[in-house]
């Protein structure tokens, strides 16, 4: 009752996508989320609210963000729900980390930004080059077809623009920028040749897509979408697993550790404990996948100790839960415009701008002082009455301060970027060997700091930005850099390095462990280097790559 042919851990983006691949191709798999059930539409029970519907208005109470610090500067009154509490969760901070979590089935899936862009061999090449960490074991040729093949299910707005750097996918009809943005567009093509401006590409859907959508345009994603019109685990690849008839859910299961048969020198399944009652299970599997997130699945290899894995399951080369990156944010410009008063916009646009990476892309035009680069993400609005100091100040009632109110003040763009941060082996996370969290487990440590690359690279960020905005024509360009904590972004990623050398690394080119060989790790854990593109369309192709492969060798016999 217990063994299956497939398990699971987490069902996030990585997770839902290693059911669906391993559940259609014919293994019965058991998917185990720590977290509570979350039905797909049935759960959203916030999507429909107005403001005026919750007792804060959307506000969090001062309490509450008090007790949840970390948590709180990612969810409102509205999406609380699919968001962890500190207070219930708790981890240790050697430095700075805002850790950001989704305890559900769905995981960060229901909650992620959605922005999907594929990394190149400018970036699988580039720790080889540069002497940093170790050289990826793929190329951009290993995964190219892959990313077709997840952008297909997925459904992707986006422009192809042709750059070699940001490989073009298959996409479905952009979505539409508005008349400030366009301008913008148009006056840096005019200004430089080394950089455009367009539509963010994003897993949100232009029109109908496999069953699913399109989107409403009502940019309330984080509440869960009633309309299937972007892409989580609960819309699209778990009910895909669940049609096969081999998938097995089951939430409210904390995985403690993998189990290792040292005669067969495999894994044989995993050691669970039910959240609620704290029972033990065990269960069994020929193959299992870890994609229970960056840190945590970090925190199942290291808890899983044995007498041929002292430091943690699959840990000979010492590198389990070291090299922990994460895109750094909160550096970037805002400015407004005179002009364009009479036009406006419909719906609330789920997506900004996007603006690729223009530094160190091998020509010495592009050359900078430091390694790696960024993307700038922004957006044009007309500032309403809630952002303009003047209005919201002033004293009034009655008609006309109303209609003054209703007025929309001059187009405003702002614009930030995500950055690369290169892979530290001191960034890490252990576990602490006496503090344990409400089921007994060790609990997190995570040790993280940003070092002269990063600060060089925010310097040359905020100059960019406004140097864009003030050659566009627009006035009161202010610009800002604050180093946010690191995980504010939530692309943590690299904790299991993908590489070529067992001595080295924790995964082969299949995103098998080395020392594990039916183990496999396909969430962010994986990465050896962070890249500048937003992370999850690559756990995708990943992962439907790691599974076409486990599923090959176990029919061969070799797994």
Partial sequence: MNTFDAIVVGSGISGGWAAKELCEKGLKTLVLERGRNVEHIKDYTTAFLHPWQFPHRGNLPIQEIAENPVASNAYTEATRQFFVSDKEHPYIQANPFHWIRGYQVGGRSLTWGRQCYRLSDLDFEANAKEGIAVDWPIR??????????????????????????????????PLEMNCIEDHFKKKVKENYTDRLVTIGRVANLSKGWKGRGPCQLRNLCDRGCPFSGYFSSNAATLPAAAATGNLTLQPDAIVLEVIYDEKSRKATGVRVMDAHTKKITEYYARIIFLNA?????????????????????????????????????????????DGFS???????????VYIPRFRNLGTPATQKDYLRGFGFQGAG???????????????????????????PGPWMMWMGAWGETLPYFDNKVELDPTQKDSWGQSLIKISFQYQENERKMRKDIQASAEEMLHKAGFRNVHSYSHESPAGTAVHECGTARMGRDPKTSVLNAWNQMHDVPNVFITDGSCMTSAAWQNPSLTYMALTARACDYAVQELKKGNL
């Fill in 342 to 352: 009479d036009q406006y916009y419909s719906g609330r646009r789920p997506v900004g």
């Fill in 140 to 173: 951009y040729k290993d995964l190219e077809a892959w990313y077709d093949y997840v952008e297909d299910f997925v459904g992707i707005s986006g422009q192809p623009e042709g750059l070699p750097h940001l490989p073009d996918g298959h996409y479905l009809p």
């Fill in 381 to 407: 609005s007309r500032i309403e009455w809630q952002d303009m100091g003047a209005a919201a100040g002033k004293g009034g009632f009655g008609e006309d301060f109303k209609k003054q109110l209703l007025k």
């Fill in 293 to 337: 997130s960056t840190i945590a699945t970090a925190a199942i290899l290291l808890n899983s100790t044995s007498k041929a894995f002292p430091q943690g399951l699959g840990n000979t080369s010492g590198q389990v839960g070291h090299n922990l990156m994460d895109h750094f944010v909160g550096t970037g410009a805002q400015a407004e415009f």
